[in-house]
C-alpha cells in the first residue's frame, strides 16, 4: 500500500545563481492553473510568494486573503495597514517584509522618517505620531510579544476604531507574521528589481485614502 504522502507531487522550482534560500522557489510559470493564478495576486512577483506556495494546498488561499487586503476592502486605511505591517516586521525580525512593503508605505505617502521610527521601536514620538497611531503601535506590540492585549489597550481601541478595524489588526498581524515566518526561516534571498513598481503599487493602494 502507496504512502498518503506519495500522492503529493513535488512542485517545479527554480534557483538563483549564489542563492541564499536554504529552499528551492516554486517556479510560477510551470505550475498547476490553480496555483499559476494565485501568485496573479500582485502584477509583480515576490520571492516570499514562492516560497510559500510550498504550502500547495494552503497558497491559493493565502493568496487570495493578501489580495483582499491589498485591494482595501478593508475599513482600516492604507497608511494605518502599513504601520501594522511594518512594526509586525520590525519586531519579529523580518528585514525582507519590512523591505518589501516600504514602496507600498511611502507611495502612500508616510514620511521617510516615520518608517524609520517604526524601524527602530521609536513608536511613541509625537511628531510623527497620531494618538490613533500610537494606540495602533501598542496594540500591534502586544499582540506579537504577548498573543494578547491589556486592558487599557483594548479601552482605547474601542474607544477609537472600530470593531471591524481591530478584528483587521488582528487578521493583518497574523498574515504578515506568516510571511515574515518564512522569510526568516527560508534565509530569503532580496526580490530581483521590478520595473515600475511604484506605479503599480499607486494602481493598487494608491486611491482609496487619498480621496481621488
Not at 63 to 73: A, D, E, N
Not at 156 to 165: G, P, Q, V
Amino acid at each position: 500500500m502507496s504512502s498518503v504522502f506519495e500522492s503529493y507531487s513535488a512542485l517545479p522550482t527554480t534557483t538563483y545563481p549564489n542563492q541564499r534560500a536554504v529552499f528551492p522557489y516554486v517556479d510560477p510559470s510551470k505550475v498547476n492553473p490553480e496555483l499559476a493564478e494565485a501568485f496573479k495576486v500582485l502584477p509583480f512577483e515576490r520571492n516570499v510568494l514562492k516560497l510559500l506556495a510550498h504550502a500547495e494546498g494552503f497558497f491559493p488561499s493565502i493568496s487570495s486573503l493578501l489580495g483582499t487586503v491589498f485591494r482595501s476592502t478593508r475599513e482600516l486605511p492604507t497608511l494605518e495597514w502599513q504601520l501594522v505591517v511594518l512594526r509586525t516586521a520590525a519586531l519579529i525580525g523580518a528585514h525582507y517584509v519590512f523591505e518589501i512593503n516600504t514602496p507600498v508605505a511611502l507611495v502612500n505617502g508616510m514620511p521617510n522618517a516615520k518608517r524609520l521610527l517604526i524601524a527602530f521601536g521609536k513608536v511613541d514620538d509625537t511628531e510623527f505620531f497620531t494618538v490613533r497611531d500610537r494606540i495602533l503601535l501598542r496594540f500591534v506590540e502586544e499582540l506579537v510579544r504577548n498573543n494578547n492585549a491589556s486592558d487599557a489597550t483594548l479601552e482605547d481601541l474601542k474607544a477609537n476604531f472600530s470593531t471591524r478595524e481591530i478584528f483587521e489588526v488582528i487578521v493583518v498581524v497574523g498574515l504578515y507574521t506568516i510571511f515574515g515566518r518564512v522569510a526568516n526561516i527560508s534565509r530569503i534571498d532580496d526580490d530581483p528589481e521590478i520595473p515600475g513598481l511604484m506605479d503599480s503599487l499607486t494602481n493598487l493602494t494608491g486611491q482609496k485614502d487619498r480621496g481621488e
